[in-house]
């Protein structure tokens, strides 16, 4: 069976990584996602455990195109009957890539009448459409040639991990913060700190890897809802997964915030995830901080401006980061997640990588500066 996830933009190595790691075959990173094979078993392990995917989908169909009536064929040719029952509720989602039609609304329509025709003539009833809320998810791709049909197994988005998430300005979902994390190359026998931490993000999902938490382990998925769910190996795939969860005892893993709120909704967020009691977390200044280890990583969102004051702000905060980390940070390396490209500039340090990402539509780089002793040198 073949499978595409889509993720994060810049994230589909790490991810190509990630799903070979679960057993995920014939990987193929494309801009936008890792499309795959494997059995149903690869598909349930993959949304359990896959903390960088966005969805993991299940390719129905691929096949050329001319026109809308040579989509609305294709997606009535499929037995749609036997993957789901038509008591059940769909959504069909389009999105494309160079495609000459001139209405992708109309080309949607076109699917979600072909799936309901289909379904009518096999069991004399047609399934219910449900915007906010479906049963069923339906991708559909188009490039300038090429229709390609999907049946999503996640159901809501795999960045919600089950846990009701608090948030304070500029949040970075759960699955770009793990690829962060990965691309970091942070591993839990290493102290990791967030010092300016917001909701927390960076530490519950550095609190779950060090536990060996499945990031899908406190939610259901759609794939429980088709016909051909497999409920014992289902169950089998849950408990090996949940059999290397580590009980919560406190981790090197720490996390600041000047803003006493950001820090409370961190807790919050960390008692949400059960992981009360596994991160350090204190309301204080990072350019007041002593590190907590003489080695580690930090990884950080920075505050991000978005009005004159703000941006006047941050552009004097930049370079005062930089001489912290040169003056209590050697032996650390320091990844700065950033959409304020000013501070490759303004920090004055000499950045080892950057690395573009995208935290949904907007661009961004993830900083890299390698702090050895006797501090960095200046950008001249």
């Known amino acids: 069976m073949q499978y595409f996830a ?3 933009r810049g994230l589909e190595s790490v991810l190509g990584e990630e799903l070979s790691s679960i057993g995920a075959k014939e990987i193929l990173a494309t801009d936008g996602g890792v499309g795959f094979s494997g059995g149903m078993e690869t598909a349930y392990r993959a949304n359990l455990e896959s903390r960088i995917a966005s969805r993991i989908l299940w390719k129905v169909l691929d096949r050329p ?15 749609w009957e036997n993957w789901f029952s038509p008591d059940q509720s769909i959504k069909v989602n389009l999105s494309a890539t160079k495609s000459g039609l001139k209405s992708l609304d109309f080309a949607t329509l076109r699917i ?3 799936v309901c025709d289909r ?3 096999a069991c004399g009833k047609r399934p219910s459409v449900d915007t906010s809320s479906p049963d069923i998810r339906i991708h559909a791709y188009l490039t300038s040639n090429l229709f390609s049909l999907y049946i999503d197994t996640s159901g809501e988005a795999l960045f919600k991990r089950g846990a009701r998430q608090f948030s304070v300005d500029a949040p970075v979902r759960e699955n770009l913060a793990a690829g962060i994390l990965r691309l970091s190359g942070w591993t839990p026998d290493t102290p990791f700190l967030d ?10 999902e550095a609190a779950r890897i060090a536990l060996s938490i499945p990031p899908g382990a406190a939610r259901s998925f759609a794939f429980e809802k088709l016909s051909n769910f497999d ?33 409370e909704t961190a807790r919050a967020n960390l008692a949400g995830a059960g992981l009360e009691g596994a991160v350090t977390l204190k309301q204080a200044n990072f350019l007041e901080l002593p590190p907590p280890a003489d080695h580690g990583v930090l990884v950080t969102n920075p505050p991000y401006g978005v009005r004159i004051g703000e941006m006047d702000e ?11 980390l040169k003056k209590k940070y050697s032996g650390w390396r320091a990844y700065f997640f950033t959409a304020d490209m000013r501070l490759a500039k303004l920090i004055r340090l000499s950045a080892s990588k950057r690395t ?6 907007l661009e961004c780089r993830l900083f890299e500066y390698r702090m050895v002793e006797g501090g960095m040198k200046r950008v001249r």
């Open 231 to 263: 409920e014992t190996l289902w169950k089998k795939v849950k408990e090996v997964a949940m059999s290397r969860v580590k009980p919560v005892t406190p981790l090197q893993i720490y996390g600041s915030d000047i803003l006493g709120r950001a820090v």
């Open 6 to 8: 889509p993720c994060p």
């Open 119 to 121: 379904m009518r003539k």
């Open 314 to 324: 941050l552009a004097a905060l930049y370079p005062l980061l930089g001489d912290t």
């Open 65 to 79: 195109y001319s026109g809308e009536e040579d989509i609305y064929a294709a997606a009535l040719s499929l037995p």
């Open 356 to 361: 573009p990402l995208y935290n949904g539509a």
């Open 195 to 204: 010092p300016m931490c917001g909701s927390g993000t960076f530490l519950v």
């Open 112 to 114: 979600k009448d072909a």
